[in-house]
């Protein structure tokens, strides 16, 4: 993560550990490397090593909006899960659904950076970002929670890069 930037880009610390993120069309996250939007347009499946009887908060963003170059919406937040038992992922609170990568044409690759954080209490909120709104989901800052929520480092983390297909108009044309 050092040298793709994401350290100091998004975090000051390096994950504890690799997250193991698979998608339902065979795709894998390798710590880098390029995937497609169509490959990752659907909710993965996250692993990561957990304390039993923890809670986690998953965070999915895109530092790279509207581009690497001119990252101004930096960061663009992709999915939230919150309050995760141990790291049974689809047993937390979803606060931002998951939406896939949408890199537009000609912005070059993207980064899309998966972290997960222990949490210290339970967190409440009854805040939720629906996967076909845009609101709530520019200039998110990895940080701010950390802060926040007083987390310490993340424990898991990965990414993969991506850039524009045909994809990326089906999912443009749903999020409003």
Known sequence: MDTAGIIPDIIDVKP???ATITYPSGAQVTLGNELTPTQVKDIPTVEFEAEAGSLYTLLLVDPDAPSRADPKLRELLHWLVINIPGNK????????EYIGAGPREGTGLHRYVFLVFKQNDKITTEKFVSKTSRTGRTNVKARDYIQKYSFGGPVAGNFFQAQFDDYVNTLLETVK
């Open 16 to 18: 504890a550990s690799k």
């Open 89 to 96: 992922v689809s047993e937390g609170q979803t606060i931002a």
